[in-house]
């Protein structure tokens, strides 16, 4: 028989956690158990009041089903952070507001009291393949940034990143327009030569630096809504959204890039490599120009048979190696290709019977006619332009120009003719200039013209006041973001940028909001309910759910998301009504 313990002993075993008997649970149940209630109920209370305010901030009432809440209320049902305006995180950023929704999280203006600046905030959603994709981003910026990207080749600067509430957060600098906003209040007119040429420098410059041997990143999604203002009066510009990035040789996903701008290499079904980013950029700065996309395809085989018809059909010994090529065209018995006939019926021009000529006004004073006699438009101007052109969109991306080659383009050269041609990038006040030849107020300064405010009426946009902060480095110290309104026709607005709703102003001393409005807009040709853009499959296509991208006045303008359609829906941002 064991002999009995010891007092000693006895105290050995008892847990010094548990020995004082207030704490205890026999305690907590017995005597303090309606202390114990009170505590739980102030618990139940406290997280059912919080996510009622956070109903309220998303727009709820008291009529409407309440929305289903994760993540201890932080979260809605799909995993995105629940934005709550003047909110502190770590004793650091002011939560300012929601900027956009997208598939990948959400993106909010915030104020860096360390920096003395505001910043632009990415919130991934809750779900494990997003935050995955989100670390290879990181990965890619900082290694893009260390070298010097930021700085000196147009990449956006990643400033940190950190985890915060379960969510991956990367904080970004605050930038202003993307080149598809510049389009946009233009009327879709497009931009002079001028301005393309310098824009197109920049692209070229950060497209040898992604392609350099220490950096191998194809971006994957290049396009005016990734590419931003630095400010908005300047013609410096920047690349964002490197979400669907991935470094040559670990190529992750086969469908990739935006369709306006998707390669034949993809459309076909062919290993790619970093020539996939110098197809994009030339059919960007085609748009840019034109104002309107180059190839406007509402499915894949649509966007396919409008390459053909500007470009002819692709060489044989491309078709013959492609995956997908049958799906596009059929094989004669003598080895060469035609198109296949649509199954919506609808009709083509034939192959390179649409000339690039024609669409850039080459003879004709540019598009529409718009430049005849303009500085810098001259005919010689739009034949190198053409000639870049061309060298960007050939078919095999072996022979497709590569980025250090573009960048020594006779476009780029100084002439005698062009005052306007420069070999550096000035970053000078194009951009306002150019909207003033259209008679619009510019992005950064003045009133609203007559003219702009009749665009404004027509497109059903508004806008709300600004918010001020200052700027630590000088360069500009405004920074507005724009509520957009929701329009009286449209169930929803979205937009493809990476956060494409700030304006920036300059630090002149009197400074007026300009009504910067957006008509970003998804619906079908029938002007039925709006597509579900971040899913739609390029797979299938009718006449009547044509996706194109127009003039304000017609109902539909906008294109379809870039991401893999599987594994990470399209990253559309989503623009909240005020």
């Known amino acids: 028989m064991a002999a009995p313990l010891s007092k000693d002993a006895d105290e050995q075993t008892v847990p010094q956690s548990i020995r004082n008997p207030s704490d205890g649970p026999l305690r907590k149940l017995s005597v303090d158990l309606i202390k114990t209630y009170k505590y739980i109920n102030e618990v139940y209370y406290a997280t059912k009041k919080r996510r009622a305010q956070a109903a309220q901030n998303e727009g709820g009432s008291s009529h409407k089903k309440e929305r289903k809440l994760v993540n201890d209320g932080y979260d809605d049902e799909n995993n995105d952070y629940i934005v709550r305006n003047n909110e502190v995180w770590m004793e650091r950023y002011d939560i300012h507001s929601l900027i956009g929704k997208g598939s990948f999280g959400v993106v909010v203006k915030a104020y860096d009291r360390q920096l003395k600046d505001y910043v632009a905030i990415k919130i991934i959603k809750n779900k494990k393949p997003f935050y995955n994709q989100a670390q290879i981003e990181v990965r890619l910026l900082e ?248 060298r960007m969109l050939d078919y095999n991306p072996r022979n497709r120009i590569p980025p250090h080659q573009a960048q020594q383009h006779s476009f780029f050269k100084r002439t005698a003719d062009v005052g306007t041609s420069t070999a550096d990038v000035a970053i000078d006040h194009d951009v306002a200039e150019e909207l003033q030849k259209h008679k619009l107020s510019n992005l950064h300064n003045g009133e609203v013209s007559k003219e702009y405010d009749q665009m404004s009426n027509q497109s059903s946009s508004g806008y709300t006041g600004p918010s001020s902060g200052g700027s630590s480095d000088g360069s500009y110290s405004w920074h507005h973001s724009i509520d957009v309104q929701q329009q009286q026709q449209q169930k929803s607005h979205q937009t493809s940028s990476f956060y494409s709703n700030y304006q920036s102003y300059s630090n002149d001393a009197d400074q007026t909001l300009v009504k910067t409005q957006f008509s970003i807009r998804y619906t079908n040709s029938t002007g039925n309910a709006p597509h579900d853009i971040g899913h739609q499959s390029d797979s299938t296509s009718s006449s009547s759910n044509s996706i194109v991208r127009g003039q304000p006045s017609k109902n539909v303008v906008r294109r379809t998301s870039s991401s893999d359609g599987s594994k990470l829906p399209g990253r559309c941002i989503q623009q909240i009504p005020s």
Not at 247 to 265: M, N
């Open 143 to 390: 290694s893009m940034n260390n070298a010097g990207g930021h700085d000196n080749f147009h990449i956006v600067r990643l400033l940190r990143h950190f985890n915060y509430r379960s969510h991956l957060c990367l904080v970004f600098e605050l930038l202003s327009h993307n080149l598809y906003e510049l389009l946009r209040n233009t009327n879709f007119h497009g931009v002079s030569i001028s301005l393309v040429r310098k824009f197109a420098q920049q692209l070229c410059r950060a497209l040898c630096f992604l392609s350099s041997s220490e950096i191998s990143i194809i971006h994957c999604d290049l396009k005016p809504e990734n590419i931003l203002l630095v400010n908005s009066k300047l013609s410096a510009i920047k690349i964002v959204d490197f979400g669907s990035s991935c470094r040559l040789g670990e190529r992750i996903y086969q469908y990739i890039q935006s369709r306006f701008y998707r390669s034949p290499e993809v459309l076909l079904g062919i290993p790619y490599d970093l020539a996939i980013d110098v197809w994009s950029l030339g059919c960007i700065l085609v748009e840019m120009h034109t104002g309107k996309p180059l190839f406007n395809g509402a499915n894949e085989f649509d966007q396919i048979m409008k390459i053909v018809e500007v470009l002819g059909m692709p060489p044989v010994s491309l078709l013959d190696r492609a995956s997908k090529t049958t799906r596009y065209f059929d094989k004669l018995p003598d080895g060469t290709y035609v198109p296949k006939k649509s199954k919506d019926s609808r009709k083509y021009r034939a192959p390179g019977s649409v000339k690039l000529a024609d669409i850039l006004g080459v003879n004709t004073g540019g598009p529409g006619g718009r430049r005849l006699n303009e500085a810098g438009h001259t005919v010689n101007d739009y034949l190198k332009f053409k000639d870049l052109i061309q």
